[in-house]
């Protein structure tokens, strides 16, 4: 190597070596008022002036509740939750579900639960688990449900190695549309759906707009902003009729043993952006 190469590549080694030093103490705008307007929007791009988001605290792991979401069931107490007997009785007690070990179960013979609040627009985590004892076949195998506003039900069924009609198998908008996938572990397995609820609108007795949801199961997606057709409904076509802007969440009782445990919601509404 002759000695000017040697000092040409020792000069470059050099400024590699400089550049590659981590930068530190670099200052950023927190925003700017001389760049354009969004189009739909009254911000500009990068708009020193929006109003930042809510800060909130994540839950300490994947599926835990974060700061801004309100518990229903902790597996400590019922006390968001009444039983229904139908409108002509209501049962505010709760009879037919037994509390055990940080779960609820459905104990046969009852009616299903609902809560006391009232919900529209909502994020949903609820976590179940089918018999570990199988008992039966299609829709007998762990059938319950999730009944957003007491009457969309995203269906709760043991479908690992279980043919079903694809419309009522788990994670199904219950006679509607079948999941994109049957992610489902095996019975008595403890199973995860996160539920993105938009509630319909009604306008007197008109539907102006239909209901959607957004559902994982198990952290996979099975439904991506799906219309839901109408209300849950056993071999007819569901449909809507008008109710409040906010209803209580259920739990179907299908008589079948599925346990419940760690469910809570966000509400979405106050989130929007002006
Ligand atoms: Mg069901």
Not at 31 to 57: C, E, M, N, S
Request: net charge positive; charged share 20%; aromatic share 12%.
């Amino acid at each position: 190597m002759s000695k000017r190469f040697f000092l040409v590549a020792l000069t470059a080694a050099s400024i590699a070596a400089f550049a590659q030093q981590p930068k530190k103490n670099r200052t950023s705008p927190t925003g700017y008022d001389d760049t354009p307007v969004l189009p739909g929007q009254k911000w500009k791009v990068h708009d020193i002036a929006r109003p930042r988001p809510h800060v909130i605290t994540p839950g300490a792991k994947p599926g835990d509740p974060p700061s801004d979401a309100i518990v229903l069931f902790n597996g400590k107490d019922f006390s968001h939750w009444q039983e229904g007997g139908g409108k002509d009785k209501p049962a505010p007690a709760i009879v037919a579900w037994k509390l055990e070990n940080g779960y609820m179960e459905c104990n046969l013979d009852g009616g299903s639960i609902f809560t006391k609040e009232k919900f529209g627009d909502m994020q949903l985590h609820i976590e179940w688990a089918a018999p570990a004892q199988i008992d039966g076949t299609s829709q007998w195998r762990g059938n319950s449900g999730i009944l957003l506003m007491n009457r969309y039900e995203i269906q709760v069924l043991d479908s690992w190695n279980n043919p079903t009609y694809a419309d009522g198998q788990a994670a199904a908008i219950y006679g509607f549309y079948p999941p994109l996938v049957n992610a489902s572990r095996k019975p008595g397995e403890w199973q995860a759906y996160d539920i993105v609820f938009e509630a319909p609108v009604f306008a007197g007795e008109k539907l102006v707009k239909p209901a959607f949801a957004t559902v994982f199961h198990n952290g996979v997606l099975m439904h991506n902003r799906k219309e839901i057709g109408g209300r849950m409904a056993h071999k007819v076509v569901g449909t809507y009729a008008p109710h409040a802007a906010e209803e209580p969440l259920g739990l179907q009782n299908h008589d079948t043993y599925v346990r419940y445990r760690n469910i809570w919601v966000r509400r979405l509404q106050g989130y929007d952006q002006p």
